[in-house]
């Protein structure tokens, strides 16, 4: 017992020093912070243009709760091998499986790097950016 405990903590440890790194070469300058719950839906950048980075800085909460609809935890495959689907993808590392949903969405242009390096994903509920509100 004391044992997952311990790894868990460490596992939480190396997930949030992996979000703070990138932070240090993005300007936040006038920046947003937008913290969201992966088990709701949320999208209102209504201001939205493929050719400039004018976005917020996303943090993306309970990865791992994310809920899917009908077969696609056994159908949908993420790569190109069709032996490993959604199920087996979302038990070894929910928050790659978002990242890689989300950038198969945006253009694929010079800003796409940018866009991600303002993605924060995290499989829990904890983040180091707990001054920030949560959006509704």
């Excluded at 596992?11 to 993005?26: E, H, M, P, T």
């Excluded at 937008?34 to 950048?45: E, G, M, P």
């Excluded at 243009?49 to 609809?69: F, H, M, W």
């Excluded at 790659?96 to 949903?101: A, F, G, L, T």
Aim: aromatic residues 8%; contains cysteine.
């Amino acid at each position: 017992m004391a044992l997952e405990s311990i790894i868990e903590t460490v596992v939480l440890y190396v997930f949030l020093q992996k979000a703070l790194v990138g932070l240090k070469c993005i300007n936040l300058e006038g920046l947003g912070w937008r913290v969201f719950d992966a088990k709701d839906q949320a999208k209102d950048k209504t201001t939205y243009t493929p050719y400039r980075d004018d976005g917020d800085i996303c943090v993306v909460l309970n990865a791992k709760d994310v809920c899917v609809t009908r077969r696609k935890i056994t159908d949908k495959y993420i790569t190109q091998l069709k032996e490993r689907s959604l199920k087996y993808h979302m038990a070894k590392d929910p928050s790659e499986v978002i990242r890689k949903i989300v950038l198969q969405m945006l253009p694929r242009n010079k800003l796409c790097d940018d866009r991600d390096s303002k993605l924060r994903i995290f499989p829990a509920n904890k983040h180091p950016f707990g001054d920030r509100p949560v959006e509704p």
